[in-house]
C-alpha cells in the first residue's frame, strides 16, 4: 500500500524555537513532494516542493525541507517560528509530473505559544 | 489577481436534494480537482479533469459527478444529496509542473440534513 504519512497529528512550540514537522512515504520510483499549509478556515497554500537536484528546498516565509530517499523522508523545517506559523501543514506526493494526483498526509495541526 | 474561487461559500441541503458546487480559476491551469476534507480522512480527491470536456473519477467518486465545461469552470455535482456528504469541498487549479503545484480555493461549506 502506498501511503504519506506524518506521525505528529499536533505539535506545540514557543515563538522563536525551531521546529521540525515529519513526513514519510512508501513509495517506489520517481515521486514528487510538496507542503500545503493551511490557516484556520482557508484553502491550502503551495510552500515548497522537491522533484529533482538539491535534498534542501527552500520555501516561503523561512520554511525548507530535506529529502531523503534512504529514509523516506521529506520533513519540513523552520528555524524561528512565528506566531502567524499557527497551522495545519499537510505533505503530499505526486507520481507524475504533469497530472499530479496528489496523495496527502493526514496534515499536523502547528500551535505556537507566545 | 489570478484565483480560484469557489460558489457557494456555504450551503445546506436537503437529503435528496440536488446540489452544484461551482469553481472558478483565472490561472489558465489545465488541471483541476475537486476534493473534500473531513476530521479523520485528511483530503480525498473526488474527480479531477486535465482540460475542458474531460474528467476523470478520483478516489472516493460514488455519489458525485462533474463537469469541465470550459477552462476556467469546473462544478461538482450531487444528484441526491446524503447527510454523507456534509463536509468542506475544496476546489484546485494545477500548473502541470514538478508533480502539480496547485492552487485551492476558499472551500465550501455543505451541510445536507
Known amino acids: 500500500t502506498q501511503t504519506v504519512s506524518q506521525s505528529d497529528a499536533h505539535v506545540t512550540v514557543f515563538e522563536g524555537d525551531s521546529v521540525e514537522l515529519r513526513c514519510n512515504y512508501s513509495y517506489g520510483g520517481s515521486i514528487y513532494l510538496s507542503w500545503y499549509i493551511q490557516h484556520h478556515g482557508h484553502g491550502l497554500q503551495f510552500l515548497l516542493k522537491?522533484?529533482?537536484?538539491?535534498?534542501v528546498v527552500q520555501g516561503v516565509n523561512g520554511f525548507e525541507a530535506e529529502f531523503s530517499k534512504s529514509d523516506s523522508s521529506f520533513h519540513l523545517r523552520k528555524a524561528s517560528v512565528h506566531w502567524s506559523d499557527s497551522a495545519v501543514y499537510f505533505c503530499a506526493v505526486s507520481l507524475n509530473y504533469n497530472q499530479g494526483k496528489l496523495i496527502f498526509g493526514q496534515g499536523t495541526k502547528l500551535s505556537i505559544k507566545p | 489577481e489570478a484565483a480560484v474561487t469557489q460558489s457557494p461559500r456555504n450551503k445546506v441541503a436537503v437529503t435528496g436534494g440536488k446540489v452544484t458546487l461551482s469553481c472558478n480559476q483565472t490561472?489558465?491551469?489545465?488541471?483541476m480537482y475537486w476534493y473534500r476534507q473531513d476530521t479523520g480522512h485528511g483530503l480525498r480527491l473526488i474527480h479531477y479533469?486535465?482540460?475542458?470536456?474531460?474528467?476523470e473519477k478520483g478516489d472516493i467518486p460514488d455519489g458525485y459527478k462533474a463537469s469541465r465545461p470550459s477552462q476556467e469552470n469546473f462544478s461538482l455535482i450531487l444528484e441526491l444529496a446524503t447527510p454523507s456528504q456534509t463536509s468542506v469541498y475544496f476546489c484546485a487549479s494545477g500548473d502541470g509542473t514538478g508533480g502539480d503545484t496547485q492552487y485551492f480555493g476558499p472551500g465550501t461549506r455543505l451541510l445536507v440534513l
Open positions: 479533469s486535465y482540460g475542458a470536456g474531460s474528467t
Open positions: 490561472n489558465n491551469h489545465n488541471n
Open positions: 522537491y522533484y529533482s537536484g538539491n535534498p
